[in-house]
């Protein structure tokens, strides 16, 4: 019977795990991958990433790498910031539960996150606006409502704000009145009971006011014992005045309690109401984030997005271990499927032969996996349905497994597990055992995994294998270079071409006596000598090309230079000739436009005459109107003039010295006052105050005022509303009770830089003045202190401000600041 499964399930299918992926080290790219993420949802999907066999997939990922990748090196990094994981906060609201202030505004730091994520979806990056990068960042939805009203209602993870509800505010304005009240009462005990007091100071036990009584005159002082000191010297008594009050406090606490408690759980519900939209985000976050950190590790590894295909081919140009130091790694070319489907790599131990079948096998594994490769430009990678190897010493002493033994348990499972189109990666193939039966068997792997359609890479020291491939079609030899004068690999692979044994030539320079080396070779078939001798002319005519090859190269190179100096050159000269010829002609057509100057002139000399009689008359009434436009810009310089008169000539007698309390006459605003703060250094105002209002003036424009004017203040103020005087001191008037209306006893900071405060506690202040308001409340919150050691040192050096002090309990404690004006 035919068994259906879903999208997810086929997925998952096609997903490479298990064995391949340590033995390769692609867990180690993974852990690389998973440091770049930069929110802990892109380092869940990094640290579950896998390659996939299903090319559509595989493409659309490095499509997502490639957009992220391009999007970071145009405009630099995404800005995901430091996104709180919400995910536990979600399912608890599932679950039925109240969510605390501290889950709230991490919710809302998400949110503001999202909303600055959506935000790079602008004009300047219009070149983005097709891609997938772009498309997800558009989808999400930042829930601006539901940010503001969680960021509005908690100032921070335990504190709520006054004005969450107006619930809330009366209950908190209350607890504020009755303090006060028991502070007052309070201080009259203390005044009347000194003697019988341990300190003149007010004190809180167990939420209670109290005052610390010596333990010998407890008994002197009516009330409530809450507490002793450690040293029993002292007891903390509660006044019989102020029980009922601390009382009441008490029951306003319970009440704030249960308000702040319903407040959390009216929040709660809305998340709650918007759980899908933020699941829907964290999704899109988690996709967005997995792409930036897979272009981050491309610009780390200075990577490539390789073609794809589907045919098996593999083509890696300058390919580099990704994690090998860059400084040392030695790039290396390896094709393979393409011309032949099987290559043999033979050379020295620790010459590299390792390191280039697990470059193969991991770049594969990283663009199976949407990862771009450290390879050069023109990189070409297939999806495969199988990536199997069997690399490394693997012997068992548990298993009672031989090196021999390991490997072939490894290749009896590749042999069951070909599928389709495979990549095979096989290290030291037949090696552990008898050379020849071990020869044998790798010929019989390398055909058996041929014939079943593997692209497969296999290293080997047999020379068996070596005419193996040079005799079988399909099979192609490659060496790992190693330098005889240096007897030291080179680590490059070079593909055409079996490796040298190099034992009698690494013997000789190492000292081995010469009797030895010539014994040896004297053992040595002739064929077998034809062989290694064949071998080692290949190799160094192999090694002459590639030294012509690359003369050749460099010779190219300065052809090139050259053709394109004296391109360079003939462009010069060609342009030298333009600009002769264009110069030629503009000094032509220049003198052709004088002529035609002259002809036009002389053609509006004629016509000149016959509209004379015109012109005449429109020249008049132009004059006409400059007269008109110069009188009107004279009455204007002697308006300025006149006004600048009537400051200078004010009437009255000016004082000598201005001196705070003393009453002063303002001619412009017909108002007589009391000069509440007088100038002082560089400054030039004075404030003056008269019944309700308040105003800043220059020094220079107050005047002695007469009998008269001290006596009836009030009535010369209704004058001069009668009369009509400067129409700015009327507009004044009606700002400040405009003010009066609008202006609120409390300003919120929260949120706001230092400078950004510190300016608009400074309009406030002003607005708080003209409006008459003499106590304000300043909301800063606890924070670092920062903010609010710059408000104090603001309003210590602010003369507007008469005295200021930090908030109390239920005023807000530290996080506010109450402030009195002058």
């Not at 600048?644 to 309390?661: D, F, I, N, T």
């Not at 004044?732 to 950004?756: D, H, Y």
């Not at 708080?768 to 202190?785: F, N, P, Y």
């Amino acid at each position: 019977m035919y068994k259906y499964t879903t999208f997810e399930e086929e997925a998952e299918r096609k997903k490479i795990r298990g064995r391949v992926l340590s033995v390769l080290e692609f867990d180690k790219v993974i852990n690389e991958l998973k440091e770049m993420a930069r929110t802990p949802y892109g380092r869940g999907l990094a640290e579950a990433l896998v390659p996939t066999t299903d090319p559509s997939v595989v493409a659309e990922s490095l499509r997502d790498t490639e957009e992220a990748f391009t999007y970071i090196n145009k405009y630099g990094p995404l800005p995901l910031g430091s996104l709180p994981d919400i995910t536990n906060a979600l399912s608890y609201t599932k679950a039925g539960g109240v969510l605390t202030m501290r889950s709230l505004l991490d919710i809302a730091v998400f949110l503001r996150g999202v909303e600055t994520l959506k935000k790079i979806v602008s004009g300047e990056h219009a070149d983005m606006y097709e891609t997938n990068l772009f498309s997800s960042i558009n989808a999400l939805y930042p829930v601006e409502k539901l940010e503001k009203e969680i960021s509005f209602a908690i100032v921070s993870e335990d504190e709520m704000n006054d004005r969450a509800s107006d619930t809330l505010y009366s209950i908190r304005r209350e607890k504020k009145e009755l303090a006060q009240n028991i502070r007052v009462l309070l201080d009259r005990v203390i005044r009347s009971h000194e003697d019988i007091l341990q300190e003149a100071i007010i004190t809180m036990r167990g939420e209670r006011y109290c005052v610390p009584v010596k333990a010998e005159h407890k008994g002197k002082l009516p009330g409530i014992v809450h507490d002793t000191s450690s040293t029993g010297q002292t007891v903390f008594v509660e006044p019989m005045a102020v029980v009922e009050a601390n009382n009441r406090i008490r029951e306003l606490s319970s009440m704030e309690k249960a308000e702040i408690e319903r407040i959390l759980e009216d929040l709660t519900d809305k998340v709650k109401r918007e759980r899908g939209s933020l699941k829907s985000d964290i999704s899109l976050i988690s996709c967005i984030d997995l792409a930036s950190a897979k272009a981050d590790l491309a610009i780390k590894m200075n990577a490539v997005k390789p073609a794809l295909n589907e045919e098996g081919k593999i083509r890696l140009i300058k390919a580099r271990h990704p994690l090998i130091d860059p400084e040392r790694v030695v790039p290396v070319d390896i094709i393979n499927g393409i011309d032949y489907r099987t290559l043999v790599i033979t050379g020295p131990n620790t010459g590299g032969k390792t390191v280039s079948l697990k470059t193969c096998g991991l770049l594969t594994l990283m663009t199976m996996a949407g990862l771009m490769i450290p390879a050069a430009t023109g990189s070409e990678v297939a999806v495969f349905d199988r990536v199997l190897a069997d690399i490394g010493d693997e012997q068992s002493i548990e298993q009672s497994l031989s090196t021999f033994s390991a490997h072939m348990s490894n290749i009896v499972f590749i042999l069951k597990n070909v599928r389709g189109r495979s990549l095979v990666l096989l290290d030291e193939l037949g090696s552990g055992t008898d050379p020849a039966e071990g020869a044998a068997l790798a010929v019989a792997v390398l055909d058996d995994l041929y014939e079943k359609g593997c692209v497969t890479m296999a290293t080997t020291h047999y020379k068996e294998l070596k005419a193996y491939a040079i005799t079988t079609e399909g099979v192609q030899n490659a060496a790992c270079e190693f330098d005889t004068d240096t007897l030291s690999p080179t680590y490059r692979l070079k593909i055409g071409m079996p490796g040298v044994s190099n034992a009698f030539v690494i013997s000789r320079k190492l000292g081995l006596p010469k009797r030895i080396i010539e014994d040896a070779t004297a053992r040595l078939s002739e064929e077998e000598m034809s062989f290694e001798h064949l071998l080692a002319e290949a190799e160094a005519n192999g090694k002459e090309a590639a030294r012509l090859k690359e003369e050749n190269f460099k010779l190219n190179e300065e052809l090139k230079a050259k053709a394109e100096e004296l391109e360079t050159e003939r462009k010069a000269l060609k342009s030298s000739k333009t600009k002769i010829l264009n110069d030629m002609r503009a000094e032509q057509k220049a003198l052709l436009e004088e002529k035609q100057e002259e002809l036009d002139e002389e053609i509006r000399r004629i016509k000149k005459k016959a509209k004379k009689s015109h012109e005449e008359s429109a020249a008049e009434e132009l004059d006409k109107i400059r007269r008109r436009l110069r009188a009107g810009v004279k009455d204007l310089r002697s308006d300025d003039e006149d006004d600048k008169l009537q400051m200078v000539s004010l009437p009255g007698e000016a004082p000598k010295a201005v001196k705070e309390g003393e009453q002063y006459f303002v001619p412009h605003l017909n108002v007589t006052g009391t000069v509440t703060a007088a100038p002082n250094g560089r400054n030039k105002k004075v404030r003056i105050s008269s019944g309700i209002m308040t105003y800043t003036v220059e020094l220079e424009q107050l005047r002695m005022p007469t009998a008269e004017q001290k006596e009836k203040p009030k009535e010369q103020t209704k004058t001069r509303r009668d009369r009509p005087v400067n129409y700015k001191a009327d507009s004044a008037t009606k700002m400040r009770m405009e003010k009066s209306q609008t202006v609120m006893p409390e300003i919120m900071l929260l949120g706001k830089t230092v400078a950004e405060a510190e300016s608009a506690l400074d309009t406030y202040i002003d607005s708080c003045q003209l409006a008459g308001v003499r106590e304000i409340r300043i909301v800063h919150g606890k924070g670092t202190g920062a903010l609010r050691s710059a408000i104090d040192t603001m309003l210590r050096g602010d003369v507007r401000v008469k005295s200021h002090r930090l908030g109390t309990i239920g005023e807000g404690d530290d996080g506010v600041t109450i402030a009195t004006l002058n």
